[in-house]
């Protein structure tokens, strides 16, 4: 197969979220995929088998286990498929649903990509499980912005939201990661959105994920985009919503997600990012 190296949502190689892409999977099986995506390491890894219509089939595997959606693989995906085969408009089928991405190239020629989730939603989440989820994470109610309340949120994976009342909070991460693991596995969360808003638009976040096998993400698009919809269904921001997300500075790679937030409460989430070929 042809692997391909992308760094997604930074234009700097040394930042950003690392992502395996392989644009043409046709006849791997599941197994080969799993063992490619543990070896290579990158928090996910994607297959694509073309169709014949021009779309795509997409599925992403992390170090440990397959992910139904990853929006930093899909950035990465597509500017690798833009730079072999032009950009434009591309329909990958991902098992959490169809996704529409755009990509384009700016005067740099530096290729930039917007996807669409599919439709978002919020679940609350049970005081058991959010007390576990803070005992895990090593934190306290008091650690909590009481303006973001604990909420479950999915834009093709599901992602736990918990706000930080303070960027040293968000900072200082140190969880238990057996406990932490074990949890999301159970529940059949995907990463844990940790944020902390700067203002009305901007957000720091950072995302442990222990059941995929990796400490944390640089950058998660599916979060973001899981993010912009629970903002929007709280109302917690006024939409439209052009939103600025900060990512993988406390790890020392950092990322820029931007994230669009259509005023119409069934639409997708638009995720938009940068990648480049890690050399």
């Not at 329909?91 to 755009?102: E, Y």
């Not at 700016?106 to 669409?116: I, K």
């Not at 406990?179 to 808003?197: C, G, S």
């Not at 976040?205 to 979060?223: I, L, M, Q, S």
Request: overall charge negative; hydrophobic content about 45%; aromatic content about 6%.
């Amino acid at each position: 197969m042809d692997l391909l190296r992308y760094v997604a949502f930074s234009t700097d190689p040394q930042g950003g979220n690392p992502a395996g892409v392989v644009l043409d999977a046709t006849g791997l099986d599941e197994t080969t995929m799993a063992a490619t995506a543990a070896e290579v390491g990158y928090s996910e890894t994607a297959f694509v088998v073309p169709r014949r219509d021009g779309a795509l089939d997409i599925r992403y595997f992390s170090p440990k286990n397959e992910v139904p959606f990853c929006g930093h693989a899909t950035i990465a995906t597509a500017v690798a498929h833009a730079r072999l085969h032009g950009a434009g408009d591309l329909l990958l089928h991902t098992q959490a649903g169809p996704v529409p991405v755009t990509t384009s190239v700016g005067p740099d020629g530096t290729v930039t990509a917007t996807l669409v989730s599919v439709e978002p939603r919020t679940e609350a989440l049970a005081e058991a499980d959010l007390a576990e989820l803070l005992a895990a994470l090593r934190w306290s109610p008091a650690d909590l912005d009481p303006a973001l309340p604990p909420r479950a949120a999915y834009a093709g994976a599901w992602h736990p939201v918990i706000a930080a009342a303070s960027r040293e909070r968000l900072a200082d991460l140190d969880y238990d990661r057996a406990a932490l693991a074990e949890l999301m596995a159970r529940r059949d969360w995907t990463t844990i959105t940790l944020v902390r808003r700067e203002s009305e638009s901007v957000f720091h976040a950072r995302n442990p994920f222990p059941p995929g096998g990796v400490v944390e993400d640089p950058a998660t698009g599916a979060a973001a985009a899981a993010l912009g919809g629970y903002l929007r269904e709280l109302g917690l921001i006024a939409t439209p919503a052009r939103l600025t997300v900060h990512q993988g500075a406390d790890m020392g790679r950092p990322s820029l997600i931007t994230v669009g937030v259509p005023a119409d409460p069934a639409a997708g989430i638009e995720v938009t990012g940068t990648a480049v070929p890690i050399p």
